[in-house]
């Protein structure tokens, strides 16, 4: 038999399999067994197959993987660089252990690398992973896969790595074109060299970087964290092992990271409502994401005025014309180091894309204190950062050499310490310690004088034991949240004596005064009512939920008062009053653009999130509305009003309660029916207030917004439901997006509302592919808006903007 030609025994199999009419459909094929050009394997579950194919008006063909639901879609081409020529092309498991494609002259044309040659029986089995393996029938062990042979395609559960044993690497390589899945010029690889990152390669020079692994995410991909109700990252580190993977948390849900003919990296996911795939994320986007982009010891800034700015301690190269663009030649020290311990210093960067790690010392053994000293000591030492940010101290990174693309990431989390001469950090590490020694000294002598002096006061002033013991526990309870205390004088005094023409506001609370400290600053003081049995735990909630908060969307408390029966809180006092203020009157709402009126939602969308999932605690509102929304003076939202807001723990889905509090028009349905509550009630509270703000009505009594918005989007008029004070500029698709994303938050199940960051992505990003909403649940169809009855009628109260309020459990 001439060399590459097929053994008898395969030569009739093929005949058998070329003519027979019954569609080959099994996962796997045993050893003498074949498919010919027109059949395929499909996995147990049809959610990929295996076949052949062609792209475009060529003829060649190739031998590839594909999603069952999208057989466009091909994810891994076994002979890329061997195409067929003609149709009549045979895929066989012979009887050495391997298996072969044959072209019409019964020459091998591609086979397998990395399997040993030997006369045991194997399988070869298409799994629904998308994993193409080959078993060994006698042992039952894989001794082949795919999996470790990828073609531009990353799936679920695929590694890209190296084992640092054997040298074996694991890569994505792009297709030459849209067309020819023939290898490209592209490589997204891992570079296991000092601390791994992985790098994407345009022939042999790099295109882009992903950043180093923190421990949380590749440093120059913050955005990682936000896809972590879908995803799960995972990132291998040890002596026989480097590599990166990730997994879905749904097993129904496709996913696919694929590199591009053009070097672009896209995340994408499948939208079964919409039969199409949805981008979640690529990368390389913008010029900053360009290597070495500005050169070295500089920073690339997407959103600065300038692109590209040295770090501090450096100015611009010699022969470099930053004028002209051309910032290749980067940055030079101003001072050289003195490379000693009182000479030298660091300079913290925060929120940045580590440097490129090719060439840096990693020790995950060590504190970040005694990384410090160790580059400090080093003369080599450029900069540190931690190895892992998971943990506050852990890790040590260093670099000798120059630190190159450096990139600033809005909400990144990672900090590089630069070295720089001492003089360039301004005040000495010592004066800027006793500058530190005298403030703490002078201010806690101050707090404490006052403190003295208000125990004197309220000693004279009360008398009543009950109400010294009530006021001692909850000063207790404030000096624990650790909140600035002002006393009476001071608001008496900022307020005007609480005089009626500083009243800016008022609901179930109690009444909001405007008021001007001594130093200048205007305050917003919360008074409590008096009469407001709920009053107290409300007050105590906010004071120990708000003062831990921190967030540009978020009303930020300045302090409190607590002197017997007064209570009050000392928020900023924002110029533009709240959103209700402006949405809900005819005049104001004109001066709201579609533009602005986007950016609050967008604003608000963020300010939830971070409650959500990204404070400190774990927050539900539970009474998100116009009148709860705040407005600077840019017109920025801040969301206020912690009364009722509740904690929750990570693994706490669902929190019953036998009291109903929140507010008419935007409590969900099942916390009213069942007294249930969760994440996704702030949720439908969101949906609702976007409906609001896009239509400029509110959602009450007889006027039921979510009712309106569904059935003018069956009637695909959508438009109409815009606020004709909204000025003409406004694009029919960002509208129809809002009011989409509007009525999934209003979904009647809490399982079918998306959770907080999907509405923030939903929101930010034109090319996510939206489910379809399903219909909403409306208080019309049990005859009222809403039922009183499922109330505690005691507690009502009638204006429907107000809270509705009652003594529950906590």
Same mark, same amino acid.
């Given at each position: 038999?001439?060399?590459?030609?097929?053994?008898?025994?395969?030569?009739?199999?093929?005949? #058998?399999?070329?003519?027979?009419?019954?569609?080959?459909?099994?996962?796997?094929?045993?050893?003498?067994?074949?498919?010919? *050009?027109?059949?395929?394997?499909?996995?147990?579950?049809?959610?990929?197959?295996?076949?052949?194919?062609?792209?475009?008006?060529?003829?060649?063909?190739?031998?590839?993987?594909?999603?069952?639901?999208?057989?466009?879609?091909?994810?891994?081409?076994?002979?890329?660089?061997?195409?067929?020529?003609?149709?009549?092309?045979?895929?066989?498991?012979?009887?050495?252990?391997?298996?072969?494609?044959?072209?019409?002259?019964?020459?091998?044309?591609?086979?397998?690398?990395?399997?040993?040659?030997?006369?045991?029986?194997?399988?070869?089995?298409?799994?629904?992973?998308?994993?193409?393996?080959?078993?060994?029938?006698?042992?039952?062990?894989?001794?082949?896969?795919?999996?470790?042979?990828?073609?531009?395609?990353?799936?679920?559960?695929?590694?890209?790595?190296?084992?640092?044993?054997?040298?074996?690497?694991?890569?994505?390589?792009?297709?030459?074109?849209?067309?020819?899945?023939?290898?490209?010029?592209?490589?997204?690889?891992?570079?296991?060299?000092?601390?791994?990152?992985?790098?994407?390669?345009?022939?042999?020079?790099?295109?882009?970087?992903?950043?180093?692994?923190?421990?949380?995410?590749?440093?120059?991909?913050?955005?990682?964290?936000?896809?972590?109700?879908?995803?799960?990252? #995972?990132?291998?580190?040890?002596?026989?092992?480097?590599?990166?993977?990730?997994?879905?948390?749904?097993?129904?849900?496709?996913?696919?990271?694929?590199?591009?003919?053009?070097?672009?990296?896209?995340?994408?996911?499948?939208?079964?409502?919409?039969?199409?795939?949805?981008?979640?994320?690529?990368?390389?986007?913008?010029?900053? *994401?360009?290597?070495?982009?500005?050169?070295?010891?500089?920073?690339?800034?997407?959103?600065?005025?300038?692109?590209?700015?040295?770090?501090?301690?450096?100015?611009?190269?010699?022969?470099?014309?930053?004028?002209?663009?051309?910032?290749?030649?980067?940055?030079?020290?101003?001072? !050289?180091?003195?490379?000693?311990?009182?000479?030298?210093?660091?300079?913290?960067?925060?929120?940045?894309?580590? !440097?490129?790690?090719?060439?840096?010392?990693?020790?995950?053994?060590?504190?970040?204190?005694?990384?410090?000293?160790?580059?400090?000591?080093?003369?080599?030492?450029?900069?540190?950062?931690?190895?892992?940010?998971?943990?506050?101290?852990?890790?040590?990174?260093?670099?000798?050499?120059?630190?190159?693309?450096?990139?600033?990431?809005?909400?990144?989390?990672?900090?590089?310490?630069?070295?720089?001469?001492?003089?360039?950090?301004?005040?000495?590490?010592?004066?800027?310690?006793?500058?530190?020694?005298?403030?703490?000294?002078?201010?806690?002598?101050?707090?404490?004088?006052?403190?003295?002096?208000?125990?004197?006061?309220?000693?004279?002033?009360?008398?009543?034991?009950?109400?010294?013991?009530?006021?001692?526990?909850?000063?207790?309870?404030?000096?624990?949240?650790?909140?600035?205390?002002?006393?009476?004088?001071?608001?008496?005094?900022?307020?005007?004596?609480?005089?009626?023409?500083?009243?800016?506001?008022?609901?179930?609370?109690?009444?909001?005064?405007?008021?001007? #400290?001594?130093?200048?600053?205007?305050?917003?003081?919360?008074?409590?009512?008096?009469?407001?049995?709920?009053?107290?735990?409300?007050?105590?909630?906010?004071?120990? #939920?708000?003062?831990?908060?921190?967030?540009?969307?978020?009303?930020?408390?300045?302090?409190?008062?607590?002197?017997?029966?007064?209570?009050?809180?000392?928020? $900023?006092?924002?110029?533009?009053?709240?959103?209700?203020?402006?949405?809900?009157?005819?005049?104001?709402?004109?001066?709201?653009?579609?533009?602005?009126?986007?950016?609050?939602?967008?604003?608000?969308?963020?300010?939830?999130?971070?409650?959500?999932?990204?404070?400190?605690?774990?927050?539900?509102?539970?009474?998100?509305?116009?009148?709860?929304?705040?407005?600077?003076?840019?017109?920025?939202?801040?969301?206020?009003?912690?009364?009722?807001?509740?904690?929750?723990?990570?693994?706490?889905?669902?929190?019953?309660?036998?009291?109903?509090?929140?507010?008419?028009?935007?409590?969900?349905?099942?916390?009213?029916?069942?007294?249930?509550?969760?994440?996704?009630?702030?949720?439908?509270?969101?949906?609702?207030?976007?409906?609001?703000?896009?239509?400029?009505?509110?959602?009450?009594?007889?006027?039921?917004?979510?009712?309106?918005?569904?059935?003018?989007?069956? $009637?695909?008029?959508?438009?109409?439901?815009?606020?004709?004070?909204?000025?003409?500029?406004?694009?029919?698709?960002?509208?129809?997006?809002?009011?989409?994303?509007?009525?999934?938050?209003?979904?009647?199940?809490?399982?079918?509302?998306?959770?907080?960051?999907?509405?923030?992505?939903?929101?930010?990003?034109?090319?996510?592919?939206?489910?379809?909403?399903?219909?909403?649940?409306?208080?019309?169809?049990?005859?009222?808006?809403?039922?009183?009855?499922?109330?505690?009628?005691?507690?009502?109260?009638?204006?429907?903007?107000?809270?509705?309020?009652?003594?529950?459990?906590?």
């Amino acid at each position: 038999m001439k060399k590459g030609a097929l053994p008898k025994q395969f030569t009739i199999a093929l005949f #058998l399999f070329t003519f027979s009419p019954i569609a080959f459909s099994v996962d796997s094929l045993c050893y003498g067994q074949n498919i010919s *050009d027109g059949q395929k394997l499909t996995s147990s579950e049809g959610t990929f197959e295996l076949g052949f194919f062609s792209r475009g008006s060529s003829a060649i063909r190739f031998v590839g993987i594909w999603f069952g639901v999208s057989t466009d879609v091909v994810i891994w081409v076994a002979n890329r660089d061997q195409p067929l020529s003609s149709t009549f092309g045979t895929l066989i498991v012979d009887n050495n252990g391997s298996f072969a494609l044959y072209d019409a002259s019964e020459k091998i044309t591609w086979q397998p690398t990395g399997i040993k040659n030997g006369s045991y029986a194997t399988k070869l089995q298409l799994q629904d992973s998308g994993n193409l393996i080959l078993k060994d029938l006698s042992s039952n062990t894989v001794i082949w896969q795919s999996f470790d042979y990828p073609t531009n395609t990353l799936l679920p559960g695929m590694r890209v790595g190296k084992n640092l044993k054997i040298g074996f690497e694991t890569y994505l390589s792009s297709w030459k074109s849209g067309t020819d899945p023939s290898t490209g010029n592209y490589l997204y690889k891992m570079d296991t060299e000092g601390a791994p990152e992985i790098i994407t390669w345009d022939r042999d020079q790099i295109k882009y970087r992903s950043g180093m692994w923190n421990g949380l995410y590749f440093s120059g991909q913050p955005s990682m964290v936000t896809y972590n109700d879908m995803f799960t990252f #995972l990132f291998v580190w040890d002596q026989s092992e480097v590599s990166y993977r990730y997994e879905v948390k749904e097993n129904n849900t496709l996913s696919r990271l694929v590199m591009n003919e053009d070097g672009v990296m896209q995340r994408l996911v499948w939208v079964e409502t919409h039969q199409t795939w949805s981008e979640f994320w690529l990368a390389p986007q913008g010029e900053c *994401d360009n290597y070495a982009k500005c050169g070295p010891f500089s920073l690339c800034q997407p959103d600065g005025m300038t692109t590209c700015s040295c770090l501090r301690g450096f100015e611009p190269a010699a022969f470099t014309e930053w004028h002209m663009r051309n910032t290749s030649g980067g940055c030079q020290r101003k001072i !050289p180091l003195g490379c000693t311990a009182n000479s030298d210093g660091f300079y913290p960067l925060k929120g940045v894309k580590l !440097p490129d790690s090719h060439n840096a010392t990693v020790n995950a053994n060590i504190s970040a204190k005694e990384c410090r000293v160790r580059c400090l000591m080093n003369c080599s030492c450029l900069a540190y950062s931690s190895s892992d940010i998971t943990r506050r101290v852990s890790g040590c990174v260093m670099w000798n050499t120059a630190l190159v693309d450096i990139k600033y990431l809005n909400g990144g989390l990672d900090i590089l310490q630069v070295k720089v001469f001492k003089s360039e950090l301004g005040a000495s590490s010592k004066k800027q310690l006793m500058i530190i020694v005298k403030t703490i000294s002078s201010v806690v002598s101050v707090l404490l004088l006052c403190f003295i002096g208000y125990l004197l006061w309220r000693k004279k002033r009360y008398s009543k034991q009950d109400s010294t013991k009530n006021s001692l526990a909850q000063n207790d309870s404030i000096k624990d949240a650790e909140l600035p205390a002002f006393d009476m004088d001071t608001i008496l005094q900022a307020t005007d004596n609480f005089s009626i023409t500083n009243i800016v506001g008022q609901g179930g609370f109690g009444i909001v005064y405007k008021g001007k #400290l001594p130093c200048g600053q205007e305050i917003a003081v919360k008074r409590l009512s008096g009469n407001s049995s709920q009053g107290l735990n409300e007050f105590m909630n906010e004071v120990m #939920l708000v003062v831990k908060l921190q967030h540009r969307n978020l009303v930020r408390l300045l302090g409190c008062c607590i002197q017997n029966n007064e209570r009050m809180l000392i928020y $900023e006092f924002l110029t533009n009053k709240s959103l209700d203020f402006f949405i809900f009157d005819a005049e104001k709402r004109t001066t709201l653009s579609w533009r602005t009126r986007l950016e609050i939602v967008i604003g608000i969308a963020r300010g939830l999130l971070y409650l959500h999932h990204d404070s400190r605690f774990n927050i539900i509102h539970r009474d998100l509305k116009a009148a709860n929304v705040l407005l600077d003076e840019y017109m920025n939202p801040k969301i206020s009003d912690f009364g009722i807001a509740r904690l929750f723990k990570g693994d706490q889905v669902v929190i019953s309660t036998e009291t109903v509090i929140g507010t008419r028009g935007y409590m969900s349905p099942e916390y009213i029916t069942e007294g249930k509550f969760s994440v996704k009630s702030d949720v439908y509270s969101f949906g609702v207030l976007l409906l609001e703000i896009m239509s400029g009505k509110r959602n009450q009594g007889n006027q039921n917004l979510v009712t309106d918005a569904w059935k003018l989007w069956e $009637e695909q008029s959508i438009l109409k439901l815009l606020d004709k004070a909204a000025d003409s500029t406004v694009f029919a698709t960002e509208l129809s997006r809002c009011v989409h994303v509007g009525l999934l938050c209003v979904q009647g199940s809490p399982d079918d509302r998306p959770s907080m960051s999907s509405v923030f992505m939903m929101l930010s990003s034109d090319n996510l592919v939206l489910p379809a909403p399903k219909k909403p649940f409306t208080w019309r169809s049990i005859g009222g808006f809403p039922p009183e009855h499922h109330l505690c009628e005691s507690d009502i109260i009638s204006v429907d903007q107000l809270t509705i309020t009652g003594i529950e459990d906590r």
